[in-house]
């Protein structure tokens, strides 16, 4: 298996929730389909109004973790390219560390998740979603990816 890639099989949703949340951006370095991203654009590039609002304004790169991401990449796309990126569904995803069906989880870094520590949310983690099915390090889980299910925001 190839370390930091994410999901050797890329993109893999079980259901889309009737709705898939996709976003539509460009990579800003070489991004695999099924690697955690989060944005990443310079300053400034929106005004107020949607007339000038273009899928260039948004920026997107992996090894996300902590507190940033904003999903996973649904293609595999070279720095410059078009991506799409899901920020809800349910997806296979590597482990990091243990993970526990019910549970928040947490992007670890390297691509894959983990338990959120207990009492660490506030300072570095914050919670994509939760476990579906219980597993280890360098095995795969289902996760209901949802940001605002598991904080309430």
Known sequence: ??????????????????VPRIITGYARTNISGGAWVFGSTAADVVSSGLNSF???????????????????A???AASGALVSVASRGVFIVLADGTVTAGYPVIVAGA???????TGSVA???YPVGRAL???????Y??????FYIVTGK
Not at 61 to 69: E, F, P, R, V
Not at 133 to 139: A, C, K, L, N, V
Not at 141 to 146: A, F, G, K, R, S
Request: glycine letters at 16%; one cysteine or more; aromatic letters at 4%.
């Open 123 to 125: 300072n570095t983690e």
């Open 74 to 76: 649904l293609n595999s």
């Open 1 to 18: 298996m190839a370390a930091g890639i994410g999901n050797s099989a890329g993109y893999v949703s079980i259901y889309d929730g009737g």
């Open 111 to 117: 691509n894959a998740v983990r338990n959120v520590t």
């Open 54 to 72: 273009t899928a260039s304004d948004l920026k997107f790169q992996t090894d996300a973790n902590g507190l940033a991401c904003n999903g996973i």
């Open 133 to 139: 099915t219980t597993g280890g390090s360098e095995g």
């Open 141 to 146: 889980v289902v996760i209901d990816l949802n």
